[in-house]
């Protein structure tokens, strides 16, 4: 084997048309090894072959032998996020990093880059997000009822077969404990059960619900309602939805509605107020326990008593102890009543 120059010079004076003769003398080799080269075809061969440039041998990474399981997964959920699939990767043996999945995943699941929005931030303490989202399951349709606080990101989620007034009280008083405190103030779009109406647009003003208005002076909150048509301003609560589609509710089985919540009380828990926000570059628990649960409101001493709404029925599937139906004393008052309630509440 000769040098690579040397081959090349061999190759360049052959196509000058300089003879075999005078390249031999010149190149130092036997005029009978130049014959050899040119007729076999192995001048072309080696320097050819030295001219390529050798491809270093790599080992394969961490995420190698997982590549296939991530596009399986990809391929029956497509919008499975790489914090999901990070935890699967690792309960399967996966030693890599989240920024090397991160990677993989921008190969195979490109996406179009984010538009920047302008935020609101509010003071810690200071207003919680309300709203309701439709979700389907095998079993019908549910209402998720998601709370979460506007400084620190701590949400709150459950889920209801119905969107009702008596819904949304319970179920913010179970927010309320989970947060262990209120909110001076709640935003709400613009729910029936809480707005009646709202002339803003036409330089009017927001009519408040009267029995909601009576429930918030009890536990203490000011309601605020979005402008029509402007639910953006709602934002903190608007995109925990397609969290818990994508994060929560996307790759999971439920047994019914007790599974259903349990699950989501512990996916509260251990992930959404456990991971890093990807606003505030913090973690809610963490941010909600150093900044704001101690600006809370108290809770009230006690659950919120209905003047107007009738008593939460048994269904048939409720037990009745010796198989009685309890009776339900019904206070019964005069309108004037309430409009002196409302008086006394302005």
Not at 72 to 80: F, I, K, N, Q, V
Not at 221 to 226: L, P
Not at 297 to 325: D, K, N, W
Request: glycine share 8%.
């Amino acid at each position: 084997m000769y040098g690579w120059e040397r081959l090349v010079l061999l190759k360049h004076l052959l196509e000058q048309g300089l003879k075999k003769t005078a390249i031999a003398a010149r190149l130092g080799v036997s005029r009978r090894l130049i014959y050899h080269w040119v007729k076999s075809g192995q001048l072309d061969r080696e320097v050819e072959e030295l001219t390529v440039p050798r491809v270093r041998a790599t080992r394969p990474g961490k995420l190698e032998p997982y590549k296939g399981i991530v596009r399986d997964r990809l391929d029956t959920y497509p919008e499975l996020s790489a914090v999901r699939l990070f935890d699967e990767l690792r309960a399967a043996g996966y030693g890599g990093g989240l920024t090397t999945l991160r990677g993989f995943l921008r190969e195979v699941r490109p996406r179009p880059p984010v538009e920047a929005v302008v935020r609101f931030e509010t003071a810690p303490g200071h207003q919680a997000q309300v709203d309701f989202a439709t979700y389907r399951f095998p079993w019908g349709k549910r209402h998720g009822l998601q709370v979460v606080l506007g400084y620190s990101r701590l949400l709150w989620v459950q889920f209801y077969p119905r969107e009702t007034m008596r819904v949304l009280m319970q179920g913010l008083e179970s927010a309320f404990t989970y947060f262990g405190g209120v909110p001076r103030e709640a935003l709400f779009d613009q729910l029936k059960a809480v707005i009646v109406d709202d002339e803003r647009p036409n330089g009017g003003k927001v009519f408040e619900n009267p029995e909601f208005l009576r429930f918030a002076a009890h536990w203490g909150f000011r309601i605020r309602a979005c402008r029509p048509y402007r639910a953006q301003t709602k934002g903190k609560v608007e995109r925990p939805v397609s969290y818990i589609r994508r994060n929560f509710l996307y790759g999971r089985e439920f047994l019914g509605d007790g599974d259903l919540n349990a699950q989501a009380l512990t996916w509260l828990e251990h992930t959404a107020n456990g991971r890093v926000h990807g606003t505030t570059d913090e973690v809610p628990r963490v941010r909600f326990e150093r900044d704001e649960r101690a600006v809370l409101q108290p809770l009230a001493s006690r659950p919120y008593q209905s003047l107007v709404l009738p008593a939460q029925r048994l269904t048939r599937s409720s037990p009745i102890p010796g198989g009685l139906r309890p009776r339900i004393a019904v206070e019964r008052r005069p309108l004037a009543a309430y409009a002196q309630l409302m008086e006394g509440e302005r």
